[in-house]
């Protein structure tokens, strides 16, 4: 999986846009301990995958994808 790529394209389905936020999230029901799911977003679509994850009540944490790096 390339899930943390930093180099990676926004996770939105169809959307070819350069990533410049990642959302780091848990499914508290499949996910255990601390296993975490990483997508990355263009700034047009940071705010869709948040509230989609936001949306099934996963903790999420959103950070610049550049401090990452
Ligand atoms: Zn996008």
Do not use: Q
Not at 15 to 30: F, L, V
């Amino acid at each position: 999986m390339t899930d943390a790529d930093t180099s990676a394209t926004c996770s939105r389905a169809g959307c070819r846009a350069p990533a410049s936020w990642r959302i780091d999230w848990r499914n508290p029901r499949i996910h255990t301990g601390d296993r975490r799911k990483t997508w990355v977003a263009c700034d047009e679509h940071v705010g869709y995958l948040r509230e989609f994850l936001a949306a099934r009540s996963f903790p999420l944490d959103v950070s610049a994808l550049e401090a990452a790096s």
